[in-house]
C-alpha cells in the first residue's frame, strides 16, 4: 500500500535467509534500500528471520500481492534484475496469437472504454477492477489497461493517452507533472473516494460511446394539387394538409402511387405569400421540397420528425 507520509510499505514474510536493515532489495519491477522493518505491533526491527511477517519501507513502488521478494547484493545487480524482468514481460506482451475474424469484427462494432487505474491499496484496485469489468455488456466492453497502486503519475497519463484511455483513481491522487500532462494530451481523470461513485461515472462514460439512435415520429400528410414553378425559389407544390400538419422543420417523404420515391427536407412552407412555421389539417399552403423538383400533381407528402431515443447499456 502507499502511505501518504511514508511512501510505498510492503508487508512480506521472509521465507529463507535474514532480511536486515539497509539490505538492497527487488519486488518484481521494482527495487529499493531497507529503511525501516516493522512488525505486527509497530515496534522497530534491525533484522528479521524465516517465518516472520514484517512491513517494509523503503521500495521506490508497490509490486502485487504474491509478487517474489528477493535481497540482492548491490544497486548495480538490482538493476540488473529488473532490467531482466522487464525486457521478460516485454517479450511475452509482444507473442500475442493473432485475433480471429470474429474477434475482429467484435472489436469493430463493440465500442470500448479503456481504464487506467490506481488505487490506495491492493485490495481495492483488485476489487475496483473487478468491478469495472462486471460492467461490460453487449453494446459497449469495459477494458482495464492498467490497475496498479499509489499515486496517479506522468507515465500513467502517457500511457492512458497513447492508449485512448481514461484515469480513475481511487482514494489517490495525481502528483507531479500528472495533472499538467493529462490536462495538454486531454486525459480525462476521475479521482473518487467511494466505489458507487465511480461505477456510476464510468457507466455514464459508457453511455456516452454509444451512438445516438433515432425513430421517426409521424405528424401528418398533404396531397399535391397543382404546381407553380417560381424563379429564385423553385418547383412550389399547391397542396392541401388531409391529416395531422406539416412543420417547416419536418423530414418529408414523397409518395408516388404507393411508393417511396424521394426522402428530404422541406426548403420552403408558405400560406399564400407568408412563410409559415407550420399548416394543419383542412388548410391549403404552398411547398418546396429542397431537391426535388420533379414533383407532380396527385404525389402525397408525409412529415415526420426525428425522435432522439435515450441510448441503455
Known amino acids: 500500500r502507499v502511505d501518504k507520509g511514508r511512501g510505498p ?10 532480511l536486515v536493515k539497509g539490505d538492497i532489495v527487488v519486488a518484481n519491477e521494482y527495487s529499493g534500500k531497507v529503511r525501516g522493518l516493522l512488525d505486527d505491533k509497530g515496534k522497530i526491527l534491525e533484522a528479521v528471520g524465516p517465518s516472520t511477517p514484517v512491513e517494509l519501507l523503503g521500495l521506490d513502488g508497490v509490486p502485487s500481492a504474491g ?5 540482492v547484493e548491490n544497486e548495480k ?41 490506481r488505487a490506495d491499496v491492493q485490495g481495492s484496485a ?5 468491478a469495472l469489468l462486471d460492467l461490460s455488456t453487449d453494446k459497449v466492453k469495459v477494458e482495464v489497461v492498467l490497475a496498479g497502486v499509489g499515486a496517479i503519475t506522468q ?11 481514461v484515469i480513475i483513481g481511487f482514494s ?25 461513485d465511480a461505477l456510476d461515472k464510468v457507466r455514464e462514460l459508457m453511455l456516452g460511446l454509444l451512438e445516438p439512435e433515432y425513430r421517426e415520429r409521424e405528424q401528418g400528410e398533404a396531397e399535391v394539387r ?18 395531422g400538419l406539416i412543420q417547416r422543420s419536418s423530414h418529408v417523404r414523397v409518395v408516388r402511387r404507393g411508393v417511396v420515391i424521394h426522402k428530404g427536407k422541406i426548403a420552403s ?29 396527385g404525389d402525397i407528402i408525409q412529415a415526420f420528425d426525428m425522435e432522439t431515443l435515450t441510448p441503455t447499456l
Open 155 to 165: 507515465t500513467d497519463v502517457k500511457m492512458a493517452s497513447a492508449g485512448e484511455a
Open 269 to 297: 412552407l408558405r400560406v399564400m405569400k407568408d412563410d409559415v412555421k407550420e399548416v394543419r389539417d383542412g388548410f391549403e399552403c404552398g411547398i418546396v421540397v429542397d431537391q426535388f423538383p420533379e414533383i407532380e400533381p
Open 77 to 117: 545487480a538490482a538493476r540488473q534484475l529488473i532490467a531482466h524482468r522487464r525486457e521478460t514481460r516485454r517479450r511475452k506482451e509482444s507473442v500475442r496469437t493473432g485475433p480471429s475474424i470474429q474477434d475482429f469484427l467484435q472489436r469493430k462494432k463493440t465500442p470500448t472504454l479503456k481504464i487506467v487505474m
Open 172 to 196: 489517490t491522487k495525481p502528483v507531479g507533472k500528472a495533472a499538467p500532462t493529462a490536462e495538454a494530451e486531454k486525459v480525462p481523470i476521475f479521482v473518487f473516494n467511494i466505489i458507487y
Open 226 to 243: 397543382a404546381l407553380f414553378p417560381i424563379p429564385k425559389i423553385g418547383v412550389v407544390a399547391g397542396c392541401r394538409v388531409t391529416r
Open 126 to 130: 483488485e476489487a475496483l477492477k473487478q
Open 9 to 18: 510499505i510492503s508487508t512480506v514474510l521472509v521465507e529463507a535467509g535474514t
Open 67 to 71: 509478487d517474489r521478494f528477493n535481497v
